[in-house]
């Protein structure tokens, strides 16, 4: 893997770029490896990546159906923050916002991972009261958190309106958060897994898994059997037709969510702001353009698209908490398919079949734990034991009764 | 934002409607025997399958009534609608999703009728 | 009646129960009670006069919803009889008889509209009528009010919020529906059909919603010069 | 220079009317009729904006939506826009715009330098630099790439315009109002359909308003008045021009943009909406938006100069400007010959390299025997000029294209009109799920199967004769208006054309140059964006391939023209390095929108006052005219608190407080949800819904009750009152007020459909004034005749019926306060009235009117939870201190069976407590977290606070909180961190009643 760096681009340049090599090879699957890996979005790639490079597990195939990141990781409004409430869920995100910090120069691929913080707005008692429980407890968890009075936010964003139907009453803000940019950490994790030697295997669908009493054998993909030691399935919306081919079912439903973008604009908007109670959040990218967030439609689908009516839920807020965007226009809009659990946390697990784990129910919120959930999911499959961080997030929960409700907490879902 | 039929009123906009996840997942009757599993089961685990989609919406806005529809969750096109306590409509093993229950119907009599003749 | 005293004192204090007027309204809202001591959500905002669409609250229209099963012969009967007109089993649509419009909400769900005070002594006979049939009579006389649009840009001011297909060809005199305007639930009954291509509607909307769908109307039909 | 490109007697303009408009703060004169665009190529004005990477010069490339160069700031100020297409802003009187992306300005921009260094900066650099050292990325390296971000400027001010939305519904939407959409709305339109045909122009007739053929005989022009004042005359057809179908969702919902005032400039007057977003369900669609002409790739095609083609046969015929004095038109198809002939007889020199080497056929012919010089079998190898064209140089091919067969030679020139071919608009119809076929002979995408009914037209379809476009949509026309139901589906007889036979086309997907691709010499692909033919071989070679991370990684197609112009010749270049046929390089997928639109036309009315509902009780007036503060709940305005002079929220709230149990308060609880439950089965109902016992309650009587969901967790709670025996008055919070009753139904109709319960919301029917306090029995006494009020004989959680202050009454003895209280519901209608006059009569009372800050304290003096504060879904009545509520007598009810699950019977679950700071001055602040010892992050929690208020009937600071096994706490100390990371509270756990801990006064 030659090193990318500002000397290597000049030297490539004089050489008009024509000497530069793939970020990853496309190999043919290879009749077994110790691990498979299926999905090639940026969980999936960095849990391979972790494997290989703190697991000594290099005999890694990944196999992706499409492109690489052509599922969530391409289609999020890449926000990163760790302010979550419980426990459990700090551990995990701000675990991932740790490999964050560092992962441009661990891969060697600018993700532009930027820290411009990121602000929650409250804008009635209850949203107080949810902000100033979450900011406590993020605190007494080591993780930074700070509140805003409605003129510190202003001075951050001033162009909000702060008197908006529901007032800006106070925020949290998390000066760690921020976005990085999406498609490189796909590519980053690809290119730097591929140089250790895994393969990365890309339109290659998985249509079975080759189970022999109760454990699993071998993935049957389009380009055909591929033997496995351990299969860890990271497909995200896809997880319950996963499981469905494993013979079991999961605690899931896969609904729509939406993003948009508008023109690029010279930068009016520095952080990320997300708000609850006039539900938009957005963020301006380095190229200018607002990233817009929405909710998700309310019913089960596949279909990869956007529907219209998130495109309305969305203009009404942005326009009431930012009014001078009336004459911005709203240049693209798409949508991505999220794997919901009831309480809206995600699910690392062992599963009724073995050697095969999940890794899956990140809903709208997963892209900011990439880093996290792929580096406990590895260590989870290596050691044959759920990685602390990831073992309160298994699937027996729902059984027990022990979910970790960010929902019920009325945390924002994204 | 998608048409639905309610089985009352009619063709009408989504935004009239409220969804109303999974149909058919009977309440236990013996709760208090049930195991955790089974419990769990019954609240949380669900089907949500690519494809045909048993589904219950309500009327919110409109007569307030709850239906049961089927729907592919691929194409988004529905199959059918029925009020609530009405047998589960079978679907087709080869309906696609890609068309109507009209046009699959159409297609499928065509290819029926060796005369060709439609309707 | 609430003491002649008070209700004189709040007329004249009318001004002062004034809510500061929404943004882009060309209402007045005195705001004070009428002479019976009464107050309706929309009492004192006058909407567009003339125009190509006009509206004004009916306020305290008599309003009982009916619940039983159609499928009761004995129910359908004493209704139909207390009512003096068989109650509409197709959906969406209303029958009117005798001042009183009973309108289809659900299949055993009505929505019965009859002049102010009517609707007390009209419950009474349906509840005595249904005696021991299972069935609910409740008075939502309160719960809503009826804005009433009218004129040739009627049907095009509901359209900029009302989802359903107002087309004479879809939609005429005596059907009704429950649908939605923007944010509001609404219910609404076209009344009757002008000869200018307008229409007549009755907007039956939540009390405290009422001001919204109002506000919303004044906005809409300024393009019309309203 | 005054419109010195003006083409005498030509075009659509009106010479009568001039229009002065102000261009890079220099002022300028067009026509009525005029674009941006059009007026300044009629001033000899080239450089029109600088592009997003490199800062290059680039000048007016087409005439429509589809444009990626000049893209202007139109206006200042309030209505200053960003990104608006020049050639889609038509000219109004003072119009004002200026480049955008430079600085200083236009002719000098600093950031040119990019271009000079552009070598450096090939697709991706930034992932590859910018690392080293990490500490810099965002103080310096991501400071200066956000620097360089963006196009236009966002305006600062708030927009005065105003928008409108509006649903439609029609059997046969049109989108493009062309030869074949016309045809289409005609076809359709006779049949009595209802028709709506949107065209993105000002005037209707697309293609046809650039073109100099005849139809039937007449001028297009004719044929085109007279189509539309048919289809003017028919009542079922709507005409939107200035109307782009901008998205195609599922079920044929579509959306369009209707352009209503933006051609008239900035109006005083807003009452007539600026835009207004049709919301569209469509039977049937027609797509019938044309086809965008394809530039080529030769070196160095970005020049200010350089434009299609067809757009210099607009600029020509439509509106009377000359692109260029010196015209090269160049081509691989015929299809540009009629401008080559149309500039000549306008008065250019026009000579014409064609990549074929034999081009045949009557137009070729017609070019030479205008003495048209013809350079066949011969690309352009690169231009000259920076801020403006002035040559190009031009060679002979090889056969395979791929190289020059000799030396190049020059040719001065100020305009390249370029003719790469077609791509039809298939937008929508992929917007809509419809496949993309590849036609080898076109040469193009066309539309395949579409789940939804919909039909393509004309050039959208790939028919590119005026003959088959006519005809196309004559019959696309009639059978969209049979399948949703009218006429018989017989298309009327086209017009006759004469056909102008066109020969087969060269297709040079690269026209090489002197130098290999990318050494100097740049083929520009996306002009908006800077993305070259070299930079997609460098995504190839490093391995991003596939389609979605070539636009990816090189940001192909991602500008505000979103690829129109790109994107196939982009997929062609792959296909090239690929040795691959382009559909197998694979098609991107179109997204919404198909061109941008602006957040106010979506939002339409939805803003300001009209943004969300404000909804208030009957009492609001009052409320206003007594100075309540207002707390929005939900999207209620409650009263929140009532100051009196002068006084703050905390001074406000302890008199309220104070005085309320001292004497009396009055509190609005109107917006407390109301559920009337009538039916036999009515007492099994609510033994389900609620964990406590309901069949045992007695008629006339209230019960406390609290609402689980199959988790079992607390989700409401409220008094249910039993009017009768089969008949319920149930209350609910405020904010589970619909959430309540959608569920009661939800399981009535689903689950139990056969139970005889009938449920009706009443929330609003009634108007509720709560009277609470010691002298609540003296004032009620003064408000009513009719009922005895004594709780002697009215007892505790009892109702009556009566008169009270002149309204008909339900008086229901419930108390949040603790206190001897009395629930007063009225109709709605008397609200008003009954409230002023208990105000009236309360005064010699001592009657305090309160907020919901009071009632909060209240409520917490005395430990009553409130749902949704101190429970978050995750709190069982046990871990309330209610297990007396939960039935153990009862078999089943909704979420018992979660109750026995491991984690939610474990020992150690946080439980509701009291907690007392050790300085009774201390309030703390909800939601602070409660550890054994304080200490360095991160520490072990072991709960939180949900309430804390200063209480002064209690005389110091209250607070209610969810500990880790609080029940068997009570006493221990804990202690409080606060945000500062200094200051700790020592705490003691408390149990959650801190006020008449006996009960007493519930009786008075």
Known sequence: ?414 | MLTIKCPWCGEREQIEFTAGGEAHIARPENTAELSDEEWGAYIYTRTNPKGVHYERWVHSHGCGKWFNAVRHTVTDIFWDVYKIGEEKPAVPEDWDGATTRAQYQAATQKTAAPDGNEK | MAEPGVTQRLAAAGAAFTDPPAEGTVSTEPGALDAAGTRSPLSGLLGPAGGPVTFEERPFVGKLTLRGDPSNADFMAAAGKVLGTDIPTDPCRFVEHDGFRVHWIGFDNWLIHVPEGAEGPLKTKLEAALEGIHSAIVDVSDYYTVIRVQGAKARRLLQKGCPIDLHPRTFGPGQCAGTVFHHAAIFLAQTDADTDGGASYDIQIRWSFARYLWDYFVDGAREWGG | MSQSYRIEGKGRIDRSKPIRFTWNGRSYQGYQGDTLASALLANGVRLVGRSFKYHRPRGIMTAGSEEPNAVVQLEEGARTEPNTRATMAELYDGLTANAQNCWPSVEFDVGALNAKLSRFFPAGFYYKTFMWPAALWEPLYEKIIRRAAGMGESPEEIDPDSYAQHFAHCDVLIAGGGPAGLSAALAAGRTGARVILADEGAEFGGSLLADTVEIAGKPAADWIAETVAELTAMPEVTLLPRTTVSAYYDHNFLTLTERVTDHMGPRADDSVPRQRFWKVRAKQTILAQGAIERPLLFADNDRPGVMLASAARTYINRYGVLPGREIVVFTGNDSAYPAALDAKAAGARVEIVDLRTDPKGPLVDHARAQGIEIHAGCGITGTRGTKALHGCDVAPLSEDGKSLADEPFSIGCDCIAVAGGWNPTVHLHSQARGKLSWDDTKQCFVPGYCQWPTRSAGAGNGTFDLAGCLDEGLKAGAAAAHEAGFGKGAAPEAPAVELSEEGPARQVWIVPSDVPLGHGKKHFHDHQNDVTAADIHLAAREGYVSVEHLKRYTTTGMGTDQGKTSNVNALAVMADIRNARIPEVGTTTFRPPYVPTTFGAIGGQNRRHLFLQERTTPMHAAHVANGAVFEDVGDWKRPWYFPRDGEDMHEAVQRECRQARETCGLLDASTLGKIDIQGPDAAWFLNMMYTNKWDTLAVGKGRYGVMLNEHGMVIDDGVTTRLAENHFHMTTTTGGAARVLGMLEEWLQTEWPERQVYCTSVTEQWAVCTITGPNAKALMADLTDDIDVDPANFPFLAYRTGTVAGAPARVYRISFTGDLAYEVNVPARHGLAVWTTILERGRKHGLVQYGTETMHVLRAEKGFIIVGQDTDGTVTPMDLGMNWIVSKKKDDFIGKRSHSRSDTAREGRKQLVGIMTEDPNVVLPEGAHLVNQPGKPPIAMEGHVTSSYMSPNVGRSIALGLIKGGRDRIGDTLHAPMMDGKTVHKVTLTEPVFFDKEGKRTNG
Request: proline residues 4%.
């Open chain 1, 1 to 414: 893997m030659t090193k990318y760096s500002i000397f290597s681009l000049i030297r490539n340049a004089l050489s008009y770029h024509e000497n530069w090599q793939k970020a990853w090879r496309s190999p043919d699957p290879k009749p077994a490896y110790d691990v498979v890996i299926v999905g090639g979005g940026g969980h999936g790639l960095a849990t391979a990546y972790y494997l290989a490079k703190e697991c000594g597990i290099t005999n890694v195939a990944v196999i992706e159906k499409g492109w690489l990141g052509g599922g969530n990781t391409g289609r999020n409004t890449t926000i990163v923050r760790s302010n979550y409430l419980w426990d459990e869920s700090a551990a995990l995100y701000d675990h991932a916002i740790k490999l964050w910090e560092t992962m441009s120069q661990d891969l060697n691929y600018n993700v532009m991972f930027s820290q411009r913080g990121l602000l929650h707005l409250a804008h009635n008692v209850h949203d107080m009261q949810e902000i100033g429980r979450r900011g406590h407890a993020i605190k007494l968890n080591g993780i930074d958190s700070e509140f805003l009075s409605p003129a510190q936010v202003k001075e951050m964003v001033p162009i909000i309106n702060l008197n908006c139907r529901y007032p800006v009453m106070g925020a949290l803000l998390q000066r760690r958060g921020g976005t990085a940019r999406h498609d490189a950490v796909a590519w980053g994790y690809a290119r730097a897994c591929d140089a250790m030697g895994v393969d990365i295997i890309q339109n290659c669908a998985v249509t079975g898994f080759e189970i022999e009493d109760g454990t699993v054998k071998a993935v049957e993909t389009t380009r055909g059997r591929i033997g496995a030691g351990k299969v860890g399935v990271v497909t995200a919306g896809h997880s319950s037709v996963m499981a469905e081919m494993a013979g079991f079912r999961m605690p899931l439903e896969s609904f729509p969510l939406q993003a948009f973008v508008s023109e690029p604009l010279k930068p009016v908007i520095d952080c990320v702001i997300m708000s609850n109670a006039i539900h938009a959040y957005i963020s301006q990218s380095d190229k200018g353009e607002l990233v817009i967030g929405g909710s998700g439609d309310p019913y089960i689908s596949y279909s990869q698209r956007g529907s219209f009516d998130q495109v309305e839920h969305v203009a009404g807020p942005v326009l009431e908490l930012y009014p001078v965007f009336s004459r911005v226009r709203m240049m693209r809009q798409w949508g991505g398919i999220t794997d919901v659990t009831v309480d809206r946390s995600p699910i690392l697990t062992k599963t009724p079949v073995g050697n095969m784990y999940f890794n899956c129910g990140w809903g709208t919120g997963g892209f900011k734990a990439t880093p996290g959930s792929g580096h406990v999911f590895a260590h989870s499959i290596a050691k044959g034991e759920m990685h602390p961080i990831a073992a309160p997030f298994s699937m027996d929960r729902f059984n027990t009764g022990a979910l970790i409700d960010e929902a019920a907490a009325a945390a924002v879902a994204h």
